[in-house]
């Protein structure tokens, strides 16, 4: 089976969004190596409104999703391996070694929240992890679950087509990416880097691996201090600056 994401939602005309184009688009109308699979929470109300939510337990502004509506969409479903993940802000972060870990996997079941949240008995019974695609708060799952599996379906083989391009990639080995740059030569005064226009490919590797560095301890000194630790770790010794 190709790799399936499942995506539970109150809102399912929101995807595939940005997955239906390009080539992930590509990869998933016409040649089938993932799938896309939306679950509408509303259908499984018992209410004849169709309601979902209810106010908060112990108090406070808005609505809270209801555990068993939820539970009933959840149970609707054949999971199997597939990791259950609920798009929240107050989630562990998105990362790169969280996405490739589960692009080699059967695919995963996404839970998109909206109102204050979903009740927390749900979570805890059906062992939802909770994601968080960055420190901000949205008006709802589905822009952070559109993320999460493009980050994922783009690492699945024949996805994208060039391994190699994926290899040097922000995050891939602990750095951030490397500038790009292509034709015209000289654009409002600024020319492409010498050392890229010299056909020595050694240089060319030399100079990416110098600035994706550089980026790194510049833009995300997190990411660059453990980054000199995993090398000490090895016995290498990196520039300090």
């Keep these: 089976m190709p790799f399936t994401a499942t995506v539970l939602t109150m809102f399912p005309e929101a995807f595939p969004g ?30 004849k409104r169709g309601f979902l939510d209810d106010t908060p337990a112990g108090g406070g502004p808005g609505q809270v999703m209801r555990a068993d509506v939820i539970a009933s969409a959840l149970d609707s479903l054949e ?19 969280r996405v490739s870990e589960w692009s080699k ?3 995963v079941v996404l839970l ?41 379906v783009r690492l699945v083989p024949g996805v994208l087509g060039q391994a190699q391009s994926l290899a040097e990639e922000s995050f891939e080995d602990g750095l951030l990416e490397h500038p790009q740059f292509t034709r015209p030569r000289d654009f409002e ?15 060319v590797a030399r100079w990416r691996k110098a600035q ?16 000199l630790a995993n090398q000490q770790a090895k016995g290498d010794k990196p520039k300090e600056n």
Excluded: N
């Design 112 to 152: 998109c929240g909206r109102f204050e949240g979903v009740d927390q008995r749900v979570l805890d019974a059906r062992g939802f992890e909770e994601i968080a695609v960055g420190d901000a708060v949205l008006a709802g799952g589905e822009a952070a679950a559109l993320v999460t599996i493009e980050a994922c």
């Design 212 to 227: 994706r560095e550089e980026t790194t301890r510049e833009r995300r000194p997190d990411l660059w201090a453990a980054h």
């Design 79 to 97: 999971v199997g391996p597939r990791p259950l993940l609920y798009m929240s802000a107050r989630g562990r972060p998105l990362t790169q070694a």
């Design 18 to 47: 940005p997955l239906g184009v390009s080539l992930i688009g590509t990869a998933w109308r016409e040649l089938d190596l993932w799938r896309l699979e939306t679950v509408d929470i509303r259908a499984f109300s018992k209410d």
């Design 189 to 203: 005064g600024l020319e492409i880097p010498e050392v890229l226009l010299s056909g020595h490919h050694d240089k």
């Design 105 to 107: 996997g059967e695919g």
